[in-house]
């Protein structure tokens, strides 16, 4: 049997072209017995990690490379010819070659990209160590220099790569039945003979299977926006662009053997042991005569002082017993960054807000991160740290969504432009978007194509294959159909594939060295109008956490911006300071409000649902908001009606064992959140805090052996620890496993609950600041905006229409001349009015308002304002002291010709 490794494939992380997921591929390679795959990608990096993870699981070697784009001049040119970038392939051989590799693919997306993420020459040259290179396809300089006859070229062409890559350069064949290789397979072996250059074998593997040929092509398709049925789009040349067999391989190259094991020659000399579970954290700079670990101890006992004036040793206890486990497990700097950046926040007046298993710590309480106390609300540290779970602590940070930006700016200021990145994110084919895709690859009628998408469930984990089971019309067209067949059955190869790269929505990476060191870099996704870290990574969330690297959330909450800014206008108008330590959360007439159902606007809780909830509860505390927010939710949802008939003693509340009473307690015998699980199993089955936890995890993921496993072990527990008979245990444990599902994290449910409460208290207490506050944040949204105004006008609140004189770019508050204070509508409201108009509008203004149309024309600048923008101003009534609208509108020519003549003149 022939021996053969691949070394030119292309996953699905080349984008639209490749079809397999690397964990396809390294099993396919597996099947057929070979000791090693390389991933190739496009011009990028992204599959490498997974790719290398997925070998490692098939039990053969991963080689990372990439398919890499070389200028035909200097990577930086942006004229007509640079366009034309030929391909070669990079294999790394060594940790120095990974290195290089990540450089190179950093380069040409940060510098070379034009069409395509390009390299040069120079920098080949000067990234060369540790890298094989592969002279390419079809599509490779010397491939292209053959086919056009410049043969002397080519040669050197070749004599310069085999300088660059001394004893690693490798004259590429290729045979997929097209009769241009054929001659360029030829020019190449004799290039070999005379440069005495090795030779080697690949296959352009672009799918795991032969069988996959078809669903590629349409693949193809949606790539290039073409149809099946279109003559000149690109496509393959026949269905060869597989992971072929090794005797398949043999048959192909029988005159060259050497080219086949010169691939084994290549997988044995490629050595490449990436490193997991290794930190990379950031040093923090701390005072003299403290390290990390001390700094943080004294800062803990400032912290201790101030929220606990007279702590006993219960929270003495618990920050001795986090701050131990926090520095075992090496995260003391990790949380001196966080602190850092929630002290920026708190001298630049920038509100925000912990969310999540964070808050669960009394050392992020004792340091100012959170407000939330965590043992009056029994939170467990555990749940967000323990040593059983090797991962970094997550600390998700909300702050409001106009200033979520300066502290990303501060982030990238402390610590270095090359050590912060954003962090990509891939996009897939849902199920329904994949029947769309394939149906307008194929061909088919839109309106058919809609019918069959509209018959498959809608939610971001519905799966093909399960609506075909569970939806009788789908199937009974599936199966009578031939072209519905053809559609699905596209669809279900193309379901789940990557379909484009965007941005993290929150996410940055911060490093303790230059981020190229761990991964490669790409441009921004989301093009050079973001205000943002111009760099993300090549490699995901998910890959960066294994890397060790710090990835911090940096979410961006309008709800913060719309409280602040209420907040600032209570100030103004009242003289009343309030902010989210003050703004109170247990206020009788929030409670009734939210009773009432009059949650327009009100955070978590606006949808009609939800609304029909908390009119049933009447919920009179805290942790009544804490449980609506908590079961509202697929799988708890159908609890709700016991914890209302519970909660209002309509139905007696029920325990399985005594030993449940404390637990479940202040939810009415239900299990609501992932801590009573916890509590569960420590105080009925004897686990410690930790175990717990990853059992809870572990259970909800649903796993038959694991579940079997775990529910033998709690039962044991449960009766020698608990004393509980084995039927209760079985059935306390058929409640953890239905929960551990849909549990819910109660910080999460704490930290959600007090904005929930805060956002009623600011409404039913300051309702015209609030809603002004809320139309200012929702401008934008012409739908919100029109529903917020009738909420306003069912509270009694008038909205007065935009004026070219009164309004303010925002939403404001008038009281001249008014029984009771009315809202004005803001200009920046206005579709199809941007700032820019505005801002010319009001600088003039600024000076005094209007007298008449004709002041107004000599005094801003129309051509500043445009046509479009002043047609909306007409339109929605601002200009209505001026004159009619449909005089206004038919004079519009006129104005803007005297306005800028006028202008032109000065």
């Known amino acids: 049997m022939a021996a053969f490794v691949h070394l030119h494939v292309h996953s699905e992380y080349s984008l639209l072209d490749g079809l397999s997921s690397c964990s396809e591929l390294a099993d ?182 032969p069988e996959q040929a078809e669903v590629h092509d349409v693949l ?62 950031p040093p923090f700079p701390v005072p003299e005569g403290f390290d990390a670990q001390s700094y943080l101890h004294h800062l803990c006992q400032e912290g201790l002082r101030w929220r606990y004036p007279q702590a006993t040793d219960r929270e003495r206890q618990r920050l001795a017993y986090e701050l131990d486990i926090i520095h075992r497990m090496g995260f003391d700097t990790y949380f001196l960054i966080v602190w850092d950046l929630c002290r920026f926040a708190r001298e630049a007046s920038i509100w925000w807000n912990v969310r999540g298993s964070g808050a669960s710590s009394i050392v992020a309480y004792c340091l100012g991160l959170t407000n939330l106390e965590p043992l009056q609300h029994d939170l467990i540290f555990e749940r967000f740290l323990n040593l059983g779970r090797v991962t970094m602590p997550d600390i998700d940070l909300d702050f409001p969504d106009d200033q979520r930006a300066r502290l990303i700016e501060y982030t990238v200021q402390k610590y270095g432009h090359d050590q912060v990145a954003q962090i990509i994110t891939f996009g897939t084919m849902g199920a329904k978007a994949a029947i769309r895709d394939v149906g307008r690859a194929l061909d088919y009628p839109l309106s058919e194509v809609d019918q069959i998408a509209r018959l498959v469930p809608g939610g971001p984990k519905v799966k093909l294959a399960d609506a075909l089971q569970e939806v009788p019309d789908l199937q009974e067209q599936y199966k009578t159909q031939d072209h519905i067949r053809r559609l699905i059955d596209t669809a279900l190869g193309l379901e789940g594939n990557i379909r484009h790269a965007s941005t993290h929505a929150a996410g940055v990476v911060v490093s303790d060295v230059p981020l190229v060191t761990y991964v490669p870099l790409h441009r921004s996704t989301r093009g050079s109008g973001s205000d943002e870290i111009s760099v993300v990574t090549q490699y995901t969330m998910e890959e960066l956490e294994e890397l060790g690297l710090l990835k911090i959330d940096f979410l961006g909450l309008a709800t913060l911006t719309i409280m602040r800014r209420a907040c600032e206008l209570i100030r103004q108008r ?12 247990e206020d009788p007439a929030a409670y009734e409000l939210l009773s009432r159902g009059d949650v327009m606007g009100v955070f978590q809780v606006e949808g009609q649902g939800m609304r029909r909830v908390l009119m049933k509860m009447q919920p009179t505390e805290f942790s009544h908001i804490m449980a609506t927010i908590s079961l509202f939710r697929p799988g708890p949802m159908e609890y ?135 139309l200012s944040v929702e401008r934008n949204n012409t739908e919100k905006v029109g ?19 009164e309004s303010g770019f925002d939403f404001t508050i008038e009281d001249l001349g008014r029984p009771n204070p009315a809202i004005r509508f803001g200009l920046g409201a206005v579709k199809n009015v941007g700032e820019g108009p505005i801002e010319a509008i009001m600088a003039v203004r600024a000076k005094g308002p209007f007298r008449d149309l004709d002041d107004m024309c000599r005094r801003v600048d129309l051509r500043l304002v445009n046509r479009r923008a002043l047609e909306s101003l007409i339109k929605v009534g601002a200009l209505e002291g001026f004159g009619a609208r449909t005089q206004l509108l038919a004079a519009i020519d006129r104005m803007l010709g005297f306005s800028g003549d006028h202008h032109r003149a000065k």
């Not at 009242?574 to 959360?585: A, C, Q, R």
């Not at 005594?658 to 699980?677: D, K, N, S």
């Not at 496993?709 to 239905?738: L, N």
């Not at 529903?787 to 004189?805: F, K, T, W, Y």
């Open 220 to 281: 193809l398709c949606i790539q290039t926006g073409k149809t099946v049925n279109e003559p000149e789009r690109m496509r393959m040349d026949g269905q060869s662009f597989y992971l072929k067999s090794a005797d398949e391989m043999a048959a192909l190259f029988p005159d060259v053997p050497e080219a086949l094991s010169n691939t084994v020659r290549i997988a044995e000399a490629c050595e490449l042991n990436l490193s997991f579970g290794t930190y990379h954290l």
């Open 574 to 585: 009242h003289s009343v300071e309030l902010d989210l330590n003050s703004i109170p959360t």
């Open 787 to 805: 529903q917020l105004i009738a909420e306003c006008r069912r509270m009694g609140i008038d909205v007065l229409p935009p004026s070219i004189n």
């Open 28 to 209: 396919r390679a597996a099947e057929l017995g070979m000791p090693a795959l390389a991933l190739t990608d496009h011009g990028a990096m992204y599959g490498s990690i997974q790719f290398y993870r997925a070998c490692e699981a098939a039990g053969i070697k991963p080689i990372i490379g990439m398919e890499t784009y070389v200028a035909p001049g200097d990577r930086r040119g942006r004229e007509a010819q640079d366009r034309r970038a030929s391909h070669l392939g990079l294999l790394a051989y060594n940790q120095v070659g990974y290195s290089n590799l990540m450089c190179l693919a950093t380069i040409a997306q940060l510098e070379g990209f034009y069409y395509r993420p390009r390299v040069d020459r120079e920098t080949l040259a000067e990234h060369a160590e540790g890298l094989i290179a592969l002279s390419g396809c079809g599509s490779s300089e010397i491939a292209t220099l053959i086919q056009e006859g410049q043969r002397e070229q080519a040669r050197d062409v070749a004599a310069w790569y085999r300088d660059v890559f001394p004893g690693r350069y490798y004259l590429e064949l290729q045979e997929h039945g097209i009769a241009e290789l054929a001659r360029v397979n030829a020019a190449t072996i004799s290039l070999a003979r005379e440069l005495e250059l090795p030779l080697v074998a690949t296959n352009d593997v672009h799918y795991a299977r």
């Open 640 to 774: 709700i009606d016991d914890y209302i008939d519970r909660l209002h003693g309509e139905k007696p509340v029920e325990y399985r064992h005594p030993a449940l009473e404390p637990i479940l307690r202040e939810t009415f015998g239900i299990i609501v959140y992932q801590e009573q699980i916890i509590r569960i199993l420590t105080g009925i089955a004897g686990y410690t805090a930790g175990d717990a936890d990853l059992v809870r995890r572990a259970v909800g993921k649903k796993k038959k052996e694991a579940l079997a496993e775990h529910r033998a072990s709690f039962v044991q527990g449960a009766k020698a620890h608990g004393g509980v008979s084995q039927e209760v245990a079985e059935g306390i444990f058929d409640d953890i496993e239905f929960f551990a599902r849909y549990g819910f994290n109660k910080p999460h449910a704490v930290d959600y609950a007090v904005l929930t409460c805060q956002t009623a208290y600011l409404k039913v207490h300051y309702p015209v600041e609030y809603m002004t506050a809320l």
